[in-house]
């Protein structure tokens, strides 16, 4: 019989068969579950959670959609059980949890899979092999693999008496978890405390250079465990023994749960893990993998293995590396990512109740305490994520950051006719970054391992309601996975359209908004949901950068907006029509606005605001707009445009305050004038010499 907890009620999407994707989670109430289900939760699948445990309050079940309570896990026909509840929910892949049910889930699986229910664990002999420490290693440790070797006690007493092995050991049981029942041996005299389910191996110092190696060494004499600098590697094997990708992390662990992670330089121990990941997959790896050791003197060594997910995988997804997702997808024939981006290495993992990710910069003196080489942080360059990338602002935006040397950048649009159009426009530019669309694999991951993420993206004043409720559904589910991955610095695209318009020459950045179309109501939605998420996490920075009116020479530009339609015409001698004239305008060359947006992302986050105004440091009138492209047009040559001035009273200021930026130490850089007669030269090369006053040869 089931005994629903509860039903969660849950929007779902659905896949190409109509339903959602439907994922049971065992033992839910335990760290490794709640770190399963988190990474589920940062993944872009429609996933449909079952959590499943024996306690009705354990805290993951009320993190799922469906939450059952299930006999014991060594109750009679407890296999049984599961098998009709995942059944009776129409489960499509089953993940266990803990060591406790991994052996007899993984003997069951067949039976399982039997039912259309696949179960994401290793065959039952690798996972024995797994939970036997002992057996693990005599397998392992041979000449060129880096895992240490382990004795029963009578042999570990035997090679300590003849001067073979050095004390101190450390004792743990065979098929032990964690650090329970974990015990330094100093002395002979203490093997006699060694029980005939425990093994023995030689305890293993850091580098005398990590910062804890003396405090390590003190412990120990004390007979005292101490778990930190302790590397922790995990493997990703895909169900036919394929290697998918890995990561290391240098762990603090408290009563033998990770509590403080920083991100270690794989390439340092490729080539050590390399007899390793071999030796795993001829002995039937699949899934995930953990392996625990430490960086030693004389380099990395291994001491323990376990066949499954750890308490850290959440954290390992918020840094980039979601396991669950990518193993998900692989034992469900889904689509999977084209390729594995790299682990941001500015950021590090906090884990007590809840989980956290910090930029590292956040934290002072955050190293992984082992090798240098891995600290690196000066060379490694941030990874910013730029969506709306296929706008005018966007691309030019994406090929400017590319060009600097302090940023690696990922280009997000809503789809592959976008992302192959933009990718030739930046081939053409001599640019190739990588480009991804919003609701691929890929862009979980990127999002995970973001250090900033720029929104460029924008529905169109003159695209329609539609567009604009479409750009606003983007946008807000954009938001939801940026504050659900913990990017730690977001920089919101935003509009003047905010502003009530009037004859006020200073609309500041406190005050009140008052938008007067569907634009700028579509504009303050993602203002207020950006200024949100900073406020509800104290370790995300969120900006918000509202721009004037942009204009300038720039490949995509529009030519019937204005002032691009004004020295159009001065260039073909058209007529410029003037209704009253007397408007007034902040305007923001394209050049300037990515100057103050790279400034923005360039400072320190404690200067920034929730808002920045950004804007020119001057206002325009459209009679001054006219009479500049009129004056361009005669430097050339030419006669320019005749203005017809029409009764109007229209005169509205559509200007800022930009002092909270400029005391910052941002200025625009560009002249008015001078972009008016580079919007004229360019016009005149569009259009010939229909205006000149003389001809040219």
Known sequence: MFIPVGLAETAMFSDQSGRSLCVAVSSAGSGIAQSIVDSC?????????????????AYGLYDCDVRLLAPPIHSPGYLNWLLEACQEHRVDLLIPALDTELGMVSGAAEQFRSQGIEVLTAGPDFVALCRNKLLFSELFSLDGVCVIPAWDVSVARRKVAAGEVELPLIAKPVDGSGSA?????????????????????????????????????????????????????????????????????????????????????????????????????????????????????????LFEINARFTGITGLRALLGFNEVDLLIRDWLHLPCPSYMPGISHHRVGL??????????????????????????????????????????LGRHLVEAVCRSTRYEVVCVVRGQHSREVLRFWLAQRGVDPRV??????????????????????????????????????????????????????????????????????????????????????????????????????????????????????????RWEEVP??????????????????????????????????????????????????????????????????NAAAQRLGLNGAEVVMEPGDDKRCFGMDTTRLSQRGWQPRTVFVDAMFELVSAALNRTGCRG???AHP
């Open 692 to 694: 000149c006053k003389t």
């Open 564 to 629: 691009h339609a004004f020295a159009r015409k001065a260039a073909g001698a058209e007529q410029i029509v003037l209704w009253g004239g007397d408007q007034k305008f902040n305007l923001l060359h394209l050049r300037d606005a990515i100057d103050a947006i790279l400034f923005v992302a360039g400072m320190p986050r404690d200067e920034w605001s929730d808002v920045f105004n950004v804007g020119s440091s001057e206002l325009v009138t459209l009679h001054q707009v006219a009479d500049a492209a």
């Open 41 to 57: 939760h940062r993944s872009m699948l429609p996933i449909r959670l079952v959590g499943i445990d024996c306690n009705p309050l």
């Open 181 to 301: 029942g974990t015990m330094i041996i100093n002395e002979m005299s203490m093997l006699d405390r060694v029980g005939d389910r425990m093994m023995l191996q030689q305890y293993l110092f850091p580098k005398i250079i990590d910062p804890n190696f003396h405090e390590i060494r003190t412990a120990v004499a004390e007979g005292k465990i101490l778990q930190i600098s302790e590397l922790s590697v995990q493997l990703m094997f895909s169900k036919r023994g394929e290697l998918l990708g890995q990561m290391a992390t240098v762990n603090k662990l408290k009563d033998g749960v990770p509590i403080e992670i920083v991100p270690f330089d794989y390439d340092l121990i490729r080539a050590a893990l390399e007899p390793v990941v071999n030796l795993l997959r001829e002995h039937g790896a699949a899934g995930p993998v953990n392996l625990q050791g430490r960086m030693t003197e004389s380099g990395l060594r």
């Open 436 to 557: 991804i669309v919003f609701d691929g694999p890929e862009f979980s991951l990127e999002l995970g391992s973001a250090d900033l993420l720029i929104n460029a993206a924008s529905g169109r004043p003159v695209s329609g309601n539609t567009e604009l409720a479409a750009s606003l559904d983007y946008q807000m589910n954009l938001m939801d996975e940026a504050e659900a991955h913990a990017v730690p610095s977001i920089i919101n695209i935003s509009s003047r359209s905010l502003y009530p318009t009037g004859t006020s020459l200073r609309n500041r950045e406190d005050d009140p908004v008052a938008p007067s179309d569907v634009y700028g109501m579509h504009k303050l939605a993602v203002d207020d949901r950006v200024r949100r998420i900073g406020k509800r996490n104290p370790y995300i920075s969120a900006c918000s950068l509202r721009l004037s009116r942009l204009y300038g020479l720039a490949d995509g530009m």
């Open 351 to 392: 884990r007590q109740v809840g989980i956290r990710v910090v930029e590292r910069g956040r934290v002072a003196g955050v190293s992984s305490g082992v090798c240098p080489a891995s600290d690196r942080r000066d060379d490694i360059k941030s990874r910013v994520l730029v969506t709306g990338a296929s706008g005018w």
